[in-house]
């Protein structure tokens, strides 16, 4: 019997059993200023510098959990002739890109999981495609590092995003070919991406939502996520009659750092978060709102005060670590810039966050956090079993500019129960 593995995420902080990683290729440095903006980048990155701070960062992950790599997860379903052809259908038809669809059945299952990331450069053939301004039939899919961003593990099963810009729509029906076809996986998926296709009203982006308890999810609305997004989760919930509580914050639409709600806010311990105090602590015209989901049905929907005040009536009482370290509004606006409140947990107490936050991981030091640096990780024998909490420090000058931090990067595909 071959084996499988157990998808399952309940929480933010629970030990992590295996995360879906996207080293950053071609498709990155297949940018230009002029095309920055439509990949979402307000700036183009120097992939050689952007992949060696991931290195460092997927070799920091695969000592502690189980990494699987996107490319050679699709690499693995496209040998299999049906669901090359189904993936390849749905890309045409959503991309409309008919004429690329005989090329790309042709491709062999390795060549072709590189070109349905990396991009196909457009044959200049004709006279329209001769005088098309395009480089590419099939457009690269600069942000795919992400990972986040195209699908999340609710409990036992994956919902699949829409996302909200759909020069990323392919990232969505990668992940969901790979979850519904891998012989590694077994789980059920729940397609958003389908759900009102051609609606701007309507999406949904993983970094927006946040497993906070098996029984908490909180939910960031705003520029990548909307309130239709929100109530299509909820129909799904109810669906099975799950009992949940779910929190919904509201998020600035500019500037672009406020992209997901994980640039706000993120767990770091049963009693320890992150946050950005600006937008989830101190006053301001962004609402808080807590919906309860009982026997398939809401059961209420009121505003609350904030994000803290609503976990802490359900049991979960939180001391927010601030983002940037102080109440200097500068110094925060800085750090939050560049993900510094974008941390990703691989077990209680046990994180890892850009080295470039100085003040961030200083206020992390003073709340018992051990800092350890990625290279003295990776090159010392450190016995983290003597360590509560600690902080992993990775670099991250190129790959923050990329506008996401290390929960960005990350797709959880299990982690134990919380006790």
């Known amino acids: 019997m071959k084996e499988k593995f157990d998808i399952r995420v309940d929480s933010e902080i629970g030990k992590l059993n295996g995360v879906i990683l996207h080293t950053p290729g071609k498709e990155v440095e297949n940018m230009t200023p002029g095309n920055a903006e439509r990949a979402l980048y307000s700036d183009i990155l120097n992939l050689s510098v952007a992949r060696k701070e991931y290195e460092q960062f997927e070799k920091v992950l695969k000592k502690v959990t189980r990494t699987f790599q996107v490319r050679d997860l699709l690499k693995t379903i496209l040998s299999n002739e049906k669901v090359k052809e189904s993936l390849i259908e749905k890309i045409v038809f ?4 008919a004429d690329q669809q005989d ?7 390795s060549k072709l999981s590189d070109a349905l990331i990396e991009g196909v450069v457009m044959r200049k053939d004709n006279l329209t495609k001769f005088l098309n301004k395009e480089r590419y039939s099939l457009k690269p899919l600069h942000n795919f590092f992400f990972t986040r961003d195209a699908s999340v593990t609710v409990s036992d099963f994956i919902l699949i995003s829409n996302m909200k810009n759909k020069i990323r729509s392919r990232e969505s029906f990668i992940m969901e070919a790979i979850f519904d076809y891998h012989p590694l996986f077994s789980t059920s998926t729940v397609a958003a991406v389908y759900e009102k296709y051609d609606d701007p009203g309507f999406s949904i982006e993983g970094g927006d939502i946040l497993i906070i308890r098996e029984d908490i999810i909180l939910i960031g609305v705003g520029a990548r996520t ?8 909820i129909d799904q919930l109810n669906k099975r009659k799950k009992k949940c509580e779910i929190i919904v914050q509201e998020l600035p639409l500019n500037p672009e750092s406020f992209i997901h709600l994980d640039m706000v806010f993120t767990m770091l311990d049963r009693d320890k ?3 950005y105090e600006p937008i989830v602590i101190k006053p301001n015209k962004y609402q808080t709102v807590h919906i309860s989901l009982d026997n398939g049905k809401v059961d209420f929907i009121r505003h609350e005060k904030n994000i803290l005040t609503v976990l802490k009536k359900l049991g979960m009482n939180l001391e927010p670590i601030l983002c940037g370290g102080s109440e200097d509004l500068w110094t925060q606006e800085r750090e939050q810039w560049h993900s510094g409140a974008n941390f990703f947990a691989f077990g209680e107490g046990k994180v890892i966050g850009y080295d470039r936050n100085i003040n961030t991981i200083e206020a992390l030091s003073k709340k018992g956090f051990e800092i350890i640096s990625a290279s003295d990780f990776l090159k010392e024998d450190i016995n ?3 360590s509560n909490r600690y902080v992993i420090t990775v670099d991250g000058s190129e790959l923050a500019r990329g506008g996401g931090g290390c929960r960005c990067m990350t797709m959880p595909i299990g982690r134990e129960k919380l006790s």
């Open 94 to 97: 959503y991309e409309d890109i």
């Open 103 to 109: 090329i790309l059945m042709s491709t062999s299952p």
């Open 226 to 233: 909307s309130s239709m997004g929100v109530d299509f989760i």
């Open 273 to 275: 978060c992150m946050v």
């Open 384 to 386: 983290l079993d003597t």
